[in-house]
């Protein structure tokens, strides 16, 4: 078994001894350069196995920590409310919408499909019609060749007819950002509000007043 590239542990498990019973009776057995080499690669393909296993475990293990998370989330967050929806679109606009009182449009910008969506259904809970929308597209120059693609894909995902949407807007520096399918990436749309001034004002209202009643108003004066 010992010339046949077998180690000392594996030994000792098939015969039922102890890993030093197994080395006191292979220590007089002298291996050729062959056998050597066929140890070592045996004991290569060990490792591997070990690892392989080892990486399955882990993998295993993640996947149902996720699973439990997301159980804990769903009895966390519950069913939404009409004022949860108003509370996370100021959040999202506080982070994501053009802030500026003094420029003209109200615009959230986001390259998740899932995120713009919600926007839309935020502006609409907030008195925005369909035709108000005048969304554009950001993308690498790259991508001009699929622009009618990219054009049906946010039209059918929005529901707003392709007319409405502004010129898409084809950035000529290079990309840096490497996708494994280029032809699944859908660019950055700007979901942006048509003579909105108004809406804009009342969404910055809105904002200071989370500001102020989260306490960090000040402080960020300060």
Known sequence: MRREGESILEIA?????SKASASLWCRNIELTRR??????????KGGLKGRLIGAEVNKNKRLR?????????????????SRDML????????????????????????????????????????GVKREMFRPY?????????????????????????TSQFAR????????????????????????????????KYRILGLIETCKEKAGVAQLVRA
């Open 13 to 17: 498990e098939k015969l039922g001894v």
């Open 35 to 44: 056998q050597k080499d066929r140890l070592f690669r045996n004991k290569l």
């Open 65 to 81: 920590n996720i699973k439990e998370q997301e159980t804990i989330a769903r009895n966390i967050v519950g069913d939404l409310t």
């Open 87 to 126: 509370m996370l679109g100021i959040a999202l606009y506080w982070g994501e919408g053009t802030k500026n009182p003094n420029t003209s449009g109200t615009t959230i910008t986001n390259s998740d499909p899932a995120t713009v969506l919600f926007a839309q259904r935020w502006f609409e809970q907030l």
């Open 137 to 161: 597209i950001f993308i690498n120059e790259m991508h001009k060749p699929r622009e009618k693609t990219l054009l049906n894909f946010w039209s059918h995902y929005l529901d707003i007819p």
């Open 168 to 199: 898409t807007v084809f950035l000529k520096t290079k990309s840096r950002k490497i996708y494994e399918n280029p032809n699944s990436y859908y660019g950055v749309l700007a979901l942006r509000v048509r003579k909105s001034k108004t809406l």
